[in-house]
């Protein structure tokens, strides 16, 4: 999450962090499952990460919270339209709601792929079996900054039909790629070509929006703790993301506020969200 920082950036999930001497570089994944559920922080890198980003902003937490029920919530959406495939990038770690969890509860032989680049997260995936009696839920290691790798997988390829529409669902994940690293727009551009007309996009980013200092002091949380990669973007950036497509209504907003399933009453305010989130269909 940079605010346009100038760190470099080495897009290894895990491992050493550049430099010798420099502390062992913390698993976004595994620090997304401490947000969600502190006492799955684990230990030193994620662990520490954890406790110092709620430090710096208490509000992480439910912010990371409502981010995990639109993974669920805006696939389920999909779902109830037709869709009954999904290719979940970057899906972190196995958390409640899951994704393939609210699509297959709509559309039972819905087919989801799961991808992300730490091979952990494949293996915990892979340790809850299959999702449902009648659909099909697989979890690949890959690489977003290779869409096209990604696409040709056979593994991708074996459980989804790529000639008919596809939800490519970007949670949380595009705030580890640096404009000048791997543009995102890019990334999104080259993942949406190839696909059917009638695919979506589903995605969520970090923002200095609505709480600009508690943001940043997090973001210097993650510097720190060598994921020098991860940015920070207003609406207006993230907005850049969806050159082409089509946004639903509601269009960009709080993630809290993307078609809720609860009374307005009971959502947080925005004051305590770090997330925009939209889904936009392509034409």
Request: glycine content about 10%; hydrophobic content about 40%; charged content about 25%.
């Amino acid at each position: 999450m940079t605010d346009r920082a100038s760190h470099p950036h080495d897009p290894s999930p895990t491992g050493p962090a550049a430099g010798g001497g420099a502390p062992e570089r913390a698993s976004t994944a595994r620090a997304y499952a401490g947000y969600l559920r502190p006492a799955d922080g684990g230990a030193a890198p994620e662990g520490d990460l954890v406790a110092e980003v709620l430090a710096a902003n208490p509000a992480t937490q439910v912010s990371a919270r409502e981010n995990r029920r639109f993974v669920a919530r805006a696939p389920a959406v999909l779902a109830g339209w037709g869709v009954t495939q999904f290719l979940d990038i970057g899906c972190g770690m196995p958390a409640e709601p899951s994704l393939h969890g609210a699509v297959q509860a709509v559309a039972p032989t819905a087919r989801v792929v799961y991808v992300d680049r730490d091979p952990a997260v494949r293996a915990r995936h892979d340790a809850l079996g299959p999702g449902g009696p009648h659909g099909v839920v697989r979890t690949v290691v890959g690489d977003l900054r290779d869409p096209g790798a990604l696409l040709d997988d056979p593994e991708v390829t074996a459980v989804l039909d790529l000639s008919r529409p596809v939800a490519v669902c970007t949670h949380a994940v595009f705030q580890f790629f640096r404009d000048d690293e791997r543009d995102p727009r890019d990334v999104v551009r080259e993942l949406m070509a190839p696909l059917a007309p009638g695919s979506f996009l589903s995605a969520t980013h970090a923002t200095p929006d609505f709480h600009p200092g508690r943001m940043r002091a997090a973001l210097e949380v993650y510097h720190r703790h060598g994921v020098t990669g991860a940015t920070l973007r207003t609406r207006d950036e993230f907005a850049g993301f969806f050159a082409g497509l089509e946004l639903v209504e509601p269009g960009i907003v709080p993630v809290q506020r993307w078609r809720p399933d609860v009374p307005e009453a009971d959502l947080p305010p925005d004051e305590d969200m770090g997330f925009w989130a939209a889904v936009a269909r392509k034409p």
